[in-house]
């Protein structure tokens, strides 16, 4: 169902991207902003009908057919239920192949036809030898795309997430594919049909709509790019590459950098990656979507399922505490670790925009969890859940503000879980990535002068210096646009999209924690720094343009006369994507923090406030805090990495290559964040330090206590 629409799980597509890059531009700039979604969305004008339409299928999914697929995948294990998809899917041959034989495609349609007659006569199409044996994999065609060739428009939007329609000429086209599924024409064969599908993309579904604050959007535009590209035939890598040529005159693809000199303090603190092979800032960090969950079908039983206790999802409990009164419960997730009360508890926060159900989040809990660390993962204090349940400025974004709220929210929690199970965790570590890292920083030094949550360790992943200067570069990130205009963006960002692995596949697959990059540079991604800082750009574009709209609807203050409304948000959401990041630092953050403390600040002296040298004294002098970063992450200076060297001396690590998280998938990285959670009497996944590639750095450990 999902991959209909997004080509896999796409959660953190846009979302979980946590970077700031300067770039300089040099073409005109058009007088109207660039919205690189709705520019393959196009016109809305039935918005209030397809929510409606969105809306009954969540409630249906949720409340009709979870219930039902649990049942269904407790008595089917998942081997049988793929069967009967690529039985499904095998039967369904006539469309495809109609399809490609009238845009011309002949070979296309003479491969649907002769997998057919393969799987069929080999298996009776319950598995696919046709790919496996002979190299032929399927051919993606439908009657949407046919009209398309034909030169149809594809008119107003038109779709729910179970339909791959996204458009009035898709809808028709989809009339015809269902005409010639010979499973129409089977009593209850196409629902059967969705039954089995929908088993497997359920809880990426399920993490898409619970994990946005208005998942329709994010069906809506994702949805359109991923169909977007299956009608300019860039699922296929040959065609892919010969548009791209076309576009650009050659292939831009972006060669493996030498290492970069480094300053003599950095250096001390370097942790080298000779086999990372970096590939420029922004490319890099793409990367970070090659970290996923590696025990997610893993299993005999699907994640539907009562005996399923091998998916990650099913060691995890998801909770909600009241944070502030009248408000929404803020979601939390917690992974204990099984039979063991007083196992050390870490709480993870994510960077900015990031949720409590995040996959890279959920990838690092799996990481602590299978080295014995029990774990809190929570929404970040600049993201809408934190907003609506526990955030108390009008304009969040602010550190020591957001950091207040994050150990309010913080200690309610850990209230919660002492309620519920009863822990006793031999030690407690508040821990970060990105803009959470930032917010941990700042939470240390607030601890330091009130200690309200007792917190052993302090560890920050890549925390920017300062944010509000960070969060400037996010607009020049964004405005690599202007460089082409907006038409040669869209095709630009849209093949980036098409090419990355991270964002199509459900996993990407890496064993053991240790990548196999050095063997086969499998890591190494065919996207151009430019590209790759359009797409980060964009996700940060619709972080803020998603909070802006939380703002507006739970306090009324932003874009006065525009009113919220369940049905129809498009006026709301082309107010707030005309502002970048420094409107709402200037308009927003700036008269919340004055309001609040009744001051007349500038954003230069605000600014000041936000950055980390304000509390130089406080992270100068507090052995509890631990960093990890990278020396080619854009979110600092050179002249910022010298000072965090200064600063935390034996506490800070640089790693060589990443940039902003693009090293999170990688075994150094794993290994380096448990050295910083301190020792551990079991630790079945650092085995032997010398195999590990740690340079000969002194990364101080103090031992933690071994009790309360």
Known sequence: MLKKILGGSVLGIFLLFNVAIATETTAPVDEAPFDFAQTVV????????????????????????????YVYGSIMPRPVIECFNDFANNIAFPGPMLSSFIQGKFADGGIVFSRFMVNTVMTAGFFDPAEYWFNMSPVNEDFGQAFAYWGVGRGFYVGVPSMYGNSARDTVGMVFDFALDPKTYIYGGQYFTFLNSTMSDYHAYNQALMGNWDAYVLFRDLGSMSRDIRVRDWDRVDILLRDEAKL????????VLPSRKLDTQIVNRLE???????????????RSLMFNVQ????????????????????????????????????????LPVK??????????VPGLGGSYIGSMSDALSEVLLRNGYSVVVMSTPFSWEFIEAAGTTNGPGFPPHDAADLRIAVKKIFEDLQQRYDIKPVSKTLAGYSMGALCVLFASEQEEKTNTLDIDRFLAINPPVDLLSGMSKLDEYYDIWQKWGKEEAYERGLMAAAKHPGIWQEKFQWQGYSPLAAISNK???????????????????????????????????????????????????????????KNYAQNIILPGFNKKLKTDYTLKQLSELAALRSIENSLKSNQKIRIIHSTDDFLLTDEQRQWLAQIFGSRVVFLEHGAHLGNMYTKVMHDYTLKALGPRTKMPYIDEPAENGFAQINFALEQLPASK
């Not at 969105?54 to 979870?66: D, K």
């Open 248 to 255: 650009k005159g050659k292939l831009e693809i972006p060669q």
């Open 295 to 334: 025990a997610n079908n893993v299993g005999t039983w699907p994640r539907l399922s009562f005996w399923n206790n091998t998916d990650l999802i099913h060691m995890t409990n998801e909770n909600s505490v009241e944070v502030i009164p009248e408000r929404p419960a803020l979601n939390y997730h917690y």
């Open 523 to 581: 890591y190494l991604l065919a996207i151009d720094n430019d590209a790759a800082k359009l797409l980060i750009g964009y996700s940060f574009k619709r972080t803020l343009s998603e909070v802006i709209a939380v703002l507006r609807k739970r306090d009324g203050i932003v874009f006065g006369n525009i009113e919220y409304g369940w049905f129809n948000r498009q006026e709301l959401y082309n107010a707030s994507n005309a502002l970048n990041f």
């Open 42 to 69: 196009g016109n809305d004008p039935i918005e209030p009908v397809n929510r409606f339409l969105g809306g009954a299928e969540n409630i249906f999914l949720r409340w009709v057919f979870r219930p039902i697929g």
């Open 272 to 286: 080298p990656m000779p086999e990372y092979n970096s590939q420029g800032a922004a490319t890099d960090t793409l």
């Open 339 to 348: 039979g063991e009360k007083e196992a050390p508890l870490v709480v993870l």
